[in-house]
């Protein structure tokens, strides 16, 4: 059975897809950024860009700049890259967003890929 966060997921890699298969790789990530964000736009999916996550330390909630990509849907967490190739960090913060988020799925793109395919990588937290 598919779960919600199942379903945002493919709804995001058709998404990622169709804005790769249009622009190609060797953009900013800010490029592909402003794309996908058009297409979920589109596609009437709610979803929140450059949001902050907070930091809980010792009962104080500071602003360390931490900022998530996109959330969509509440649900999940969507990382975007534009490198030659993901590296340890890369899933290191990933996994790190979505413990700080209390979230279960997490998608990492990198746009700077061909074909698209091998530019994703999913991350789950406590499944």
């Known amino acids: 059975m598919m779960t919600r966060e199942d379903e945002i997921s493919n709804f995001v890699l ?4 169709e804005v790769h298969r ?12 402003e794309c996908l964000a058009h ?7 709610r979803f929140e860009r450059q949001k902050s996550i907070p ?3 010792k009962g104080v909630n500071l602003d360390c700049g931490f900022r998530l990509d996109f959330l969509v849907e509440d649900l999940v967490i969507v990382e975007l890259k534009a490198v030659e190739k993901f590296t340890a960090i890369h899933d290191a913060q990933l996994l790190s967003h979505l413990k700080l988020m209390n979230k ?3 998608l990492l793109l990198n746009f700077n890929v061909v ?5 994703i990588r999913r991350k789950v937290n406590g499944l």
């Not at 058709?14 to 897809?17: E, H």
């Not at 297409?39 to 999916?45: A, K, L, Q, S």
């Not at 074909?115 to 530019?119: D, E, L, T, Y």
């Open 14 to 17: 058709g998404s990622a897809i």
């Open 115 to 119: 074909p698209m395919a091998v530019g």
């Open 22 to 33: 249009y622009l190609g790789p060797g953009l900013l990530e800010s490029a592909y950024e």
């Open 104 to 106: 279960k799925l997490g």
């Open 39 to 45: 297409e979920f736009m589109i596609h009437g999916r």
């Open 55 to 57: 930091i809980i330390y």
